[in-house]
């Protein structure tokens, strides 16, 4: 049974930053690459970065400049480092794994997610 396991979200100011960090276990982390998603209220699902099991990344326009994506294969985790904080990053983030070598941009591409951390930033 594969687990993700995401911490770290909270409550901030705007201008903050905040570290998520994703521990999976019960598979070869090495053999995923790796997502992080999130979902404001009353949104769809959104990508916000994502590393291949090669440490190739994506990011998406919204966050690019201010969030980082980082895996540690020895730790079997990932991070997203997330900076200059702003109202409009509310959301649950959601860490994912994909049974395969690259990354995906949609949540259907993903096999295993973990239960979501929250994120609020005041304005």
């Known amino acids: 049974q594969v687990q993700l396991v995401e911490s770290g979200g909270g409550l901030v100011q705007a201008g903050a930053s905040l570290n998520l960090s994703c521990v999976v276990s019960?598979?070869?982390?090495?053999?995923?690459?790796m997502g992080w998603f999130r979902q404001g209220p009353g949104k769809e699902r959104e990508f916000v970065a994502g590393?291949?099991?090669?440490?190739?990344?994506s990011y998406a326009d919204s966050v690019k400049g201010r969030f980082n994506i980082s895996r540690d294969d020895a730790a079997n985790t990932v991070y997203l480092q997330m900076n200059a904080l702003q109202s409009e990053d509310t959301a649950v983030y959601y860490c994912?794994?994909?049974?395969?070598?690259?990354?995906?941009?949609?949540?259907?591409?993903?096999?295993?997610w973990g239960q979501g951390t929250q994120v609020t930033v005041s304005s």
């Open positions: 994912a794994a994909r049974g395969n070598s690259g990354i995906f941009y949609y949540p259907t591409g993903y096999d295993y």
């Open positions: 019960g598979g070869t982390f090495t053999r995923y690459a």
């Open positions: 590393m291949s099991r090669y440490h190739s990344f």
